[in-house]
């Protein structure tokens, strides 16, 4: 890959992921060192330079606890914004002359997917998409036919080694770092397998709703917003043989599609009010599948997926439950192998030790790690992978192939046949039998 970007465009730069993860990554990543090049924003409301500065300053402020002011200042000394619509040969001509002098402009499209092929469309007319780099936010596409009608547009536009398709979980330290725990383990890497494991529970709680999106949100669901992504992904670092992208990419094709019967969807109590709702939606803010995977190493181990809105806590877990010993005393629980994966991330084990007494009974007692602890402060998601794609480096990004894997395996729940039970909001969402873990969802935290 040619050299390190030289400026960068946010498409959408007056959106809530702008305002949530963008701006504050562009910051830290000023902070750092690791960014000194123009930073244009592109939205179709009219704001100017003030305008985008005040916002920048707000979004940093939200984010971080003391803003380091020599950072911010560098940072809005070299912002521009460029307002237009992005069906008009203007909009891009404006940003043409404002890139006159770079070479290597790295595009990130932080817009509704609705609007992909007109921005692509007119990097492409303008002559920027030739020199550029683009970064392509999830959900590529609604299904396997728009993804991949999606792919067709980018290629067209963009050399694939410079297509980005970011899915934040990959760029986050504790998701990433599942197969070091797995293989880099003589504790765990042995037992790694359906001779050792029962089953695999992996939750992805909020405990707020769709937070000023239920516009955008009715349209996508909990399946394309995070089971289709980043729940997929995560289950994918769990159940791959060790070696790199070609082995992810080789165990998601041998996940079997999702089926109607083994999956539950929810949908909020209150969620139908929100303003952006169409009346009567069937869209589901929960769901709850069993994914099944035909390897050697996988065959007959359920792995239960989870995720959802307004539920009890917030949190990205992965609970491993071991089969039992093979000569434990009766009742000694099987052991629990956590990886918490979101906020508060770590990793927990409980073993079974003796209840002091004269009988043996089994008291389980939780070994626990907080990677707050042991490494302090560490970057950001969007900080990693905003500086991986200026880089150039692909790897933490997803392929347009694992993509198309995700699609068809969510498909069969996507069809309208499964439609949501409602839930009251703070619980663990509907009764999920069918779907549930023999032993039930194991309780989340430390
Ligand atoms: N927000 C999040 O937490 C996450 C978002 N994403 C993805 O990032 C992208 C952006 O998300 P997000 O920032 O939440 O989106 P927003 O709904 O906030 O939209 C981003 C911007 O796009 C413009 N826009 C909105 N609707 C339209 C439209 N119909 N036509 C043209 N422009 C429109 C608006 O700017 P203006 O009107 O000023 O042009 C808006 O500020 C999406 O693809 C989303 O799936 C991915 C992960 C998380
Ligand atoms: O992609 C998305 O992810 C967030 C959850 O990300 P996290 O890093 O906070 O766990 C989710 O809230 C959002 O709806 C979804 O679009």
Not at 107 to 112: D, G, K, N, V
Request: no cysteine; glycine share 10%; proline share 6%.
């Amino acid at each position: 890959m040619d050299g390190r970007a030289d400026a960068v465009v946010l498409f959408g730069v007056t959106g809530d992921l702008a305002a949530k993860k963008l701006i504050p990554a562009l910051y830290e990543l000023t902070r750092r060192g690791r960014l000194d090049v123009p930073v244009i924003g592109v939205a179709r409301s009219a704001w100017d330079h003030e305008q985008l500065v005040t916002a920048v300053r707000k979004a940093v402020t939200e984010a971080v606890d003391v803003v380091d002011e020599a950072a911010f200042d560098a940072l809005a000394a070299r912002l521009a914004m460029v307002s237009g619509s992005y069906d008009s040969a203007d909009t891009y001509q404006r940003l043409a002359a404002l890139l006159t002098g770079a070479g290597r402009p790295l595009f990130y499209l932080a817009i509704p997917p609705a609007v992909f092929t007109d921005v692509v469309g007119g990097l492409t007319a303008s002559g920027l998409a030739a020199r550029g780099r683009v970064i392509v936010e999830k959900p590529f596409g609604h299904d396997l036919a728009s993804a991949s009608a999606l792919a067709v547009t980018l290629r067209g536009a963009f050399d694939p080694a410079r297509i980005f398709r970011i899915d934040h979980y990959l760029g986050k330290e504790a998701v990433e770092g599942i197969t070091a725990v797995r293989f880099g383990n003589r504790l765990l890497e042995p037992i790694w397998s359906r001779e050792h494991i029962d089953n695999v529970q992996i939750t992805l709680a909020e405990e707020f709703g769709t937070q000023g999106r239920a516009g955008f949100y009715d349209r996508s669901g909990a399946v394309r917003d995070v089971l289709q992504n980043h729940v997929l992904q995560v289950a994918a670092l769990l159940a791959m043989e060790p070696g790199g992208k070609s082995e992810e990419l080789h165990v998601l094709r041998r996940m079997r599609p999702l089926t109607p019967a083994s999956t539950v969807f929810g949908q909020y109590a209150g969620y139908a009010d929100e303003s952006g709702v169409a009346p009567g939606s069937t869209t589901e803010t929960f769901v709850a599948s069993t994914l099944r995977i035909d390897t050697r190493r996988w065959a007959g181990v359920p792995f239960h997926l989870r995720a959802g809105k307004h539920l009890g806590a917030t949190t990205t877990e992965v609970v491993v439950t071991l089969r039992p010993a093979s000569s434990a005393p009766p009742g000694f629980a099987p052991n629990l192998l956590r990886l918490r994966l979101g906020r508060g991330d770590g990793l927990g084990l409980t073993l079974n030790v003796k209840e002091p007494g004269g009988t043996v009974a089994a008291h389980p007692v939780p070994l626990d790690v907080d990677f707050g602890t042991v490494f302090g402060r560490r970057q950001e998601a969007y900080e990693r992978l905003i500086d991986d794609a200026l880089d150039g480096r692909p790897d933490r990004f997803a392929s347009e192939e694992t993509i198309r894997e995700e699609w068809r395996i969510v498909a069969p729940v996507l069809d309208g046949s499964v439609l949501p039970r409602p839930y009251e909001r703070g619980g663990w969402g509907p009764e999920t039998a069918g779907t549930r873990p023999a032993g039930g969802w194991h309780p989340l935290g430390r």
